[in-house]
């Protein structure tokens, strides 16, 4: 099997070292696409090319790894080698949520693999368990702890009793957060995660936009130590559960308590709960960032590429089969418990407030628990405000 | 898909209630294999024969599910089977490893599939993860908890403080202990597993009787209480691990900590723990007994059948490629510290002592802490007598 390779930062050389290391699968990797010529490389210079065009025109490979920053080249290169009947593996969640359709269509028209375990939850192997393993199980809900740099900082916040700042600047610092954080910490990173994970689990396409996400950026020490007086921690996490015949989908902070399978899974590691209708709960735990744990699950799918596996996309199949089409409605009518610390009664307007349940004022802080129409949150999302919102 | 169902009890009455409820996958059972005429049975007696010969002699299936009780009627059904080119899907660990190199080679010799998923950690999807997933990955060790009957008894002594003789009748009321509990208590039940799991995960093939096992029949509330003391807990772990080109496997109790993944692992759940080199630690976490997990984990199995599954044995077939044959030493020649809870010294005659680290006598108990020479562990295994031993 021999293979190009499209950028080698942080996943693309755990990729190269774990396929160096590999005693059970060997691939050829021809070449490496990089843009900056000036970069210094761990490896020979004559590994690389600077020329997308020419790597994607080889004749001497069946296959490409898509791990590249820039949204527009990954796209770029990932169309353009279907295009070509490359077979694909990529890591970039934003690039597959938000092209979710045309790749799919793409794989079916010019009969090539997409294989995407890499974009969700780093090592653990999550997706190829939905596709394979629970494809004749009728799920009730996924829920999970699916990005690591938030999951870094509220660990920190919790154990070290550090300020938001600080925990963020230390996730930076050892390499499990961006520079430009934002799409981790407001919960974007996970959003487009649970897209992915929808479509194996239930079947449905959402476009992203359509799913509701609120981060952890505006947390402070009180709403850690708020929690802990209730014996609860704070966790961002993304939900998806079937409701009759709607999903409701979303990634929220939640209060978790000490029952909860999610309560002790810190700093990079990731977790997924899958609740089954026959098989009850089950917990999926590994580190969900990080060059050898993504590279390993990057390099399980180009071995798998090798036996010509493929997403066979089975219950998203059976939902065309049922309703003519995959793409659904989600499910927004109803209400959350959540507990919502603000600055200014002002902050609270946007809210579909439907009941209060405990209200709390002291210099410090002012938190209400409330019953809040769910449709409302959207209007804070991706927004700078500075409420802190999380399911209790 | 067609196929006939040997035995009719717990997992084969989880089984046909998961298949007639599964919208993904569809498998018409011809007939149900079963030895008592006058047991009164939940659907109509049409759907079941007492001639095995007369179902494994039928043209119109193409695979057989077996999961009966009696370990010699298992062996002849699932050879039988296997020799007429029928597909076999089996949750009985027992017969699996105690017969793997015969069935491993019938699978070879008649190209016919044999499945077990339901076999090990029952909803847990172990065995496909190891061999679709980790197929790329060096493995250093895998440890789990994978007895439900022994899990149950050990969190209801710790949590209710109940005795071993009432938490095990409790467990046996629930359906969680066999009336005949020696198999799980003593560890034989779990180490079967073992055997299955270290063929997928290392790629070696050990007989049961060369695997160590040690149970949680003599356990006392003073053992429990000891554990608390130290803040652990004493869970029935089954461990196997690379040390050079040699294997450690054995189950032991062991006392466990909270910084472990498996402190928390309570009641019938099952967890099972991959360490990878690259992958770094991987945990899954799913109910291990009783009838609807471990009928969905056949159900999977019999869907994978359809989509023509085969397990590959990739690692053993690596193995047999670098040694000539897949049958490996066990490596026995280390030492182990070991919590040892005995009434008479004579008691510990049998035991390599090598070090006391620790020793404690009072009316109420008396302990050793010590370094232990594994090997002499063997004279203890399936031997009546009142020595508790956990690994610290």
């Not at 900056?36 to 790597?55: C, G, N, T």
């Not at 550090?162 to 974007?188: C, K, M, N, S």
């Not at 130590?225 to 989908?249: F, M, P, S, T």
């Not at 993504?294 to 998203?316: F, I, N, P």
Request: net charge negative; hydrophobic share 40%; proline share 2%.
């Amino acid at each position: 099997m021999d293979i190009a390779l499209f950028g080698f930062g942080c996943v693309g050389q755990g990729l190269y070292d774990a396929l160096g290391q590999s005693h059970g699968f060997k691939a050829g990797i021809q070449k490496i696409g990089v843009k900056d010529r000036h970069k210094p490389r761990k490896i020979a210079l004559d590994h690389f090319s600077f020329d997308r065009h020419e790597i994607l025109g080889r004749s001497d490979i069946q296959a490409i790894v898509e791990l590249v920053d820039n949204a527009e080249d990954a796209l770029d290169i990932v169309r353009t080698a279907m295009q070509r009947g490359l077979h694909v593996v990529s890591a970039n969640k934003k690039l597959l949520a938000e092209h979710f359709s045309t790749l799919f269509q793409l794989q079916q028209d010019k009969g090539v693999a997409l294989l995407y375990e890499g974009a969700c939850a780093g090592s653990i192997p999550i997706i190829r368990n939905l596709e394979e393993y629970y494809d004749t199980e009728t799920l009730r809900s996924i829920s999970g702890i699916i990005n690591g740099s938030s999951n870094y900082i509220l660990t920190r916040m919790d154990k070290d009793g550090l300020d938001y700042h600080t925990a963020l600047a230390q996730a930076q610092e050892l390499g499990f957060a961006e520079i430009d954080p934002w799409l981790d910490v407001a919960g974007f990173d996970p959003k487009y995660k649970l897209v992915l994970l929808v479509v194996h689990a239930f079947g449905v396409i959402f476009k992203p936009e359509a799913v509701l996400n609120l981060g952890i950026q505006n947390i402070s020490a009180f709403d850690i130590e708020h929690a802990a007086l209730k014996g609860q921690r704070i966790k961002l996490v993304a939900y998806a559960a079937q409701h009759g015949n709607q999903l409701q989908a979303y990634v929220l902070p939640r209060l978790v308590g000490h029952e909860s399978n999610l309560v002790n899974i810190d700093n990079e590691y990731n977790a997924v709960e899958i609740e089954g209708a026959f098989s009850g709960k089950q917990l999926l735990v590994g580190k969900g960032a990080g060059s050898y744990p993504t590279g390993a699950a990057v390099l399980s799918d180009v071995a798998a590429l090798s036996h010509q596996y493929r997403y066979e996309y089975k219950k998203l199949h059976q939902n065309i089969a049922a309703n003519g089409h995959g793409l659904h409605e989600l499910h927004t009518d109803f209400t959350l418990r959540l507990y919502i610390r603000y600055t200014h009664e002002t902050e609270l307007a946007l809210l579909d407030i439907k009941e209060t349940i405990e209200q709390y004022t002291s210099p410090r802080a002012k938190y209400l628990i409330a019953e809040v129409g769910f449709a409302s949150l959207y209007a804070l999302q991706g927004k700078e405000n500075k409420l802190f919102v999380a399911v209790v």
